[in-house]
């Protein structure tokens, strides 16, 4: 739930609710004061909340692990003093605290959830499913090891989660949004404009000079970080899935064949389907009369005139076998020839007769058109029942000694060498590096690891085993002046020309909105052409760059202004007039809107609602524990 509130807080709305919710905790310990509330705890205890007790290793590893998210975020290492100004510590602490608070809720209402609930949502996570859709026991254990679980610390786990959430939901299942908040949101999303522009290429800032060696030292200085590799590492790897030794040319036509008869009807057929009209009478005796009236000549048509029917009223559509849910009903409309009326049906709510009109004929799909999915498929799972087999060959083989390219070799497999990829899978010129298996699990693992060092063996999403070794590092450095003096001087002259059009437009702009009138600057420009826009609105596509449509709605109706273009020009424009719709509680733009403001209305009440019950259950802290676990002191801004 928490987790959840995190990626809220990515929002305006949320980002808003998380600081006034971090505005209360300290606020809170503000009025407690730092002696009082770090009185009274054992060595090992951070805090405790109510009657929860928050040891000082759960603080370190919740700590730990996002210092490490944040790190492979921005690709560096990050000092605890740093986390500590961005207000890391500070964030996890408060999670740490709110779940603690819900814990202790839910155990004071008596709150549970049980074994056969938790089992159930366990089997049913998708990132325990192997390559069949089913659960993978050992995908599971391989989750378990990868985030240092049991299987029982976890269910106790999941079993917290789920009892917050019961109180998460009895707190926001039924909150009404205010129709006044979303009406004005509406209109302000919905509002569009129509503008005219100018587009002025880099060329219009005219001729630049040569810049001087002195000139491109000072930009290269000033931009420095600008001229940077990111680390490369060069990975050797060997991933045993399905998919990588899955032999589909090895299955034999006999075999495809043999499955194909096995599934072609469920799979590759569409049975047959027939057109169903039934009458239904309240007796066996009315159903009998309305027989013999048939037999006397009348037709269904003429029974269904009679019972005050319409061909729609009668219809069961164009259905299969399957689509009918009364067997008898069924078994006597397949019987039927096409045209053909049945005598009396027992149904279940009483007797029918039924007639059957057009005959849809089933259809296979022949084996040639499906021979090759048939064949990969039953490759993956012959490769499914290998895989063990592989695994304990190379462990074997590295155990040995081997290097991971001769183990792989000793069983029939070549390594991959990836000659250099960076942190986020880019190669040196910048394109993502293709084929990776479980790419984000490996480039994590390959990251935190070092050149000689035996790494632990990666379980593949979806089934299978992923083995890699690094062979070399190139560390992140900062070019020199003339390894990148190239660069320097094509942002310095892009710099430059967006200088002087910013500095041009801004004097063209002061005429526009003095009345001249933008056909007359484009003629004295140039001859430029221009342009327009009819349908410009915030955060959707209009053709403009998201910059220039932002700027676009930052001047009134009727004004001008200019934004950079894309590819370093800039663009003049000004705004010829705006609607904005009649507000509609029924469009459809409104769904996202109303989630979203959903969402932030969900989390303000959590919000008020956990300050309230940290504020009646009383939260204490040590300060000791905390600067351990974290390497920072919390200090008076805490």
Same mark, same amino acid.
């Given at each position: 739930m928490l987790q959840s509130m995190r990626a809220s807080a990515q929002g305006w709305i949320g980002r808003v609710?998380?600081?006034?919710?971090?505005?209360?905790?300290?606020?809170?310990?503000?009025?407690?004061?730092?002696?009082?509330?770090?009185?009274?705890?054992?060595?090992?205890?951070?805090?405790?909340?109510?009657?929860?007790?928050?040891?000082?290793?759960?603080?370190?590893?919740?700590?730990?692990?996002?210092?490490?998210?944040?790190?492979?975020? *921005?690709?560096?290492?990050?000092?605890?003093?740093?986390?500590?100004?961005?207000?890391?510590?500070?964030?996890?602490?408060?999670?740490?605290?709110? *779940?603690?608070?819900?814990?202790?809720?839910?155990?004071?209402?008596?709150?549970?959830?049980?074994?056969?609930?938790?089992?159930?949502?366990?089997?049913?996570? %998708?990132? !325990?499913?192997?390559?069949?859709?089913?659960?993978?026991?050992?995908?599971?254990?391989?989750?378990?090891?990868?985030?240092?679980?049991?299987?029982?610390?976890?269910?106790?786990?999941?079993?917290?989660?789920?009892?917050?959430?019961?109180?998460?939901?009895?707190?926001?299942?039924?909150?009404?949004?205010?129709?006044?908040?979303?009406?004005?949101? /509406?209109?302000?999303?919905?509002?569009?404009?129509?503008?005219?522009?100018?587009v002025f290429s880099t060329a219009s800032a005219g001729p630049l000079p040569a810049p001087s060696q002195e000139e491109l030292k000072s930009y290269f200085e000033i931009n420095r970080q600008l001229y940077a590799t990111p680390e490369f590492r060069s990975l050797v790897v060997v991933p045993v899935t399905p998919a990588s030794i899955a032999k589909p040319d090895d299955v034999s036509d006999a075999d495809a064949r043999n499955r194909y008869e096995e599934v072609k009807n469920d799979r590759f057929g569409a049975p047959e389907k027939r057109e169903v009209e039934q009458i239904l009478f309240a007796s066996d005796a009315e159903a009998q009369e309305a027989h013999a009236k048939l037999d006397a000549g009348k037709t269904f048509d003429d029974l269904m005139a009679e019972k005050n029917l319409t061909p729609k009223d009668a219809s069961l559509g164009t259905v299969a076998r399957t689509g009918l849910i009364d067997k008898n009903v069924a078994d006597a409309a397949f019987s039927l020839k096409e045209g053909e009326v049945s005598g009396p049906v027992k149904a279940r709510f009483g007797t029918v007769v039924l007639r059957v009109g057009k005959i849809v004929a089933s259809t296979v799909k022949p084996y040639s058109d499906v021979a090759a999915e048939l064949k990969h498929e039953i490759a993956l799972?012959?490769?499914?029942?290998?895989?063990?087999?592989?695994?304990?060959?190379?462990?074997?083989?590295?155990?040995?000694?081997?290097?991971?390219?001769?183990?792989?070799?000793?069983?029939?497999?070549?390594?991959?060498?990836?000659?250099?990829?960076?942190?986020?899978?880019?190669?040196?010129?910048?394109?993502?590096?293709?084929?990776?298996?479980?790419?984000?699990?490996?480039?994590?693992?390959? /990251?935190?690891? %070092?050149?000689?060092?035996?790494?632990?063996?990666?379980?593949?999403?979806?089934?299978?085993?992923?083995? /890699?070794?690094?062979?070399?590092?190139?560390?992140?450095?900062?070019?020199?002046?003339?390894?990148?003096?190239a660069e320097v001087e094509k942002a310095w002259r892009e710099d430059k020309a967006g200088k002087l059009l910013s500095a041009k437009t801004t004097e063209l702009v002061k005429k526009l909105d003095a009345g001249e009138r933008m056909a007359a600057i484009g003629a004295a420009e140039g001859n430029l052409a221009v342009k327009h826009a009819d349908d410009v609105r915030r955060g959707a596509s209009s053709g403009l760059a998201l910059n220039v449509?932002?700027?676009? !709605?930052?001047?009134?109706?009727?004004?001008?202004?200019?934004?950079?273009?894309?590819?370093?020009?800039?663009?003049? !424009?000004?705004?010829?007039?705006?609607?904005?719709?009649? !507000?509609?509680?029924?469009?459809?733009?409104?769904? #996202?809107?109303?989630?979203?403001?959903?969402?932030?209305?969900? *989390?303000?009440?959590?919000?008020?609602?956990?300050?309230?019950?940290?504020?009646?259950?009383?939260?204490?802290? #040590?300060?000791?524990?905390?600067?351990?676990a974290t390497g920072v002191s919390p200090g008076d801004d805490f």
């Open positions: 609710i998380m600081a006034i919710l971090m505005g209360l905790i300290i606020l809170s310990f503000a009025i407690w004061g730092i002696g009082d509330i770090f009185r009274g705890f054992g060595a090992n205890n951070l805090a405790r909340v109510g009657g929860v007790e928050i040891g000082a290793d759960t603080l370190r590893n919740a700590y730990q692990a996002e210092l490490q998210k944040m790190q492979r975020a *921005e690709h560096r290492n990050i000092t605890n003093e740093e986390a500590h100004e961005y207000g890391l510590d500070r964030q996890v602490l408060s999670e740490l605290v709110n *779940e603690a608070a819900l814990d202790d809720q839910a155990r004071r209402l008596g709150l549970a959830i049980s074994d056969e609930d938790i089992k159930k949502t366990i089997v049913n996570d %998708d990132n !325990f499913k192997g390559v069949t859709g089913q659960f993978d026991r050992q995908a599971f254990d391989a989750f378990l090891r990868d985030e240092g679980l049991t299987e029982k610390s976890y269910v106790r786990q999941q079993r917290s989660v789920h009892l917050r959430r019961q109180i998460v939901d009895a707190l926001t299942n039924g909150v009404q949004l205010p129709k006044a908040l979303l009406e004005a949101i /509406f209109r302000f999303q919905m509002e569009t404009r129509r503008v005219d522009y100018i799972q012959r490769a499914q029942s290998d895989i063990a087999r592989l695994h304990d060959a190379i462990e074997d083989q590295r155990t040995s000694g081997k290097s991971l390219t001769e183990a792989a070799k000793s069983v029939g497999l070549e390594a991959r060498v990836i000659a250099a990829i960076d942190a986020v899978g880019n190669d040196p010129q910048g394109v993502p590096v293709k084929d990776l298996v479980d790419g984000a699990a490996l480039l994590k693992a390959a /990251f935190a690891s %070092d050149i000689g060092v035996d790494n632990d063996t990666l379980r593949v999403q979806g089934g299978g085993y992923q083995w /890699f070794e690094v062979a070399r590092i190139d560390k992140a450095r900062e070019k020199a002046f003339d390894e990148a003096k449509v932002t700027q676009i !709605f930052n001047v009134g109706v009727h004004r001008a202004g200019s934004a950079a273009s894309e590819d370093g020009g800039r663009i003049l !424009f000004q705004v010829v007039d705006s609607t904005t719709p009649a !507000f509609d509680p029924e469009a459809a733009e409104l769904a #996202n809107i109303r989630g979203d403001v959903k969402r932030g209305f969900d *989390e303000d009440v959590i919000t008020q609602y956990l300050a309230k019950l940290e504020s009646d259950i009383g939260v204490k802290l #040590n300060a000791k524990v905390y600067s351990a």
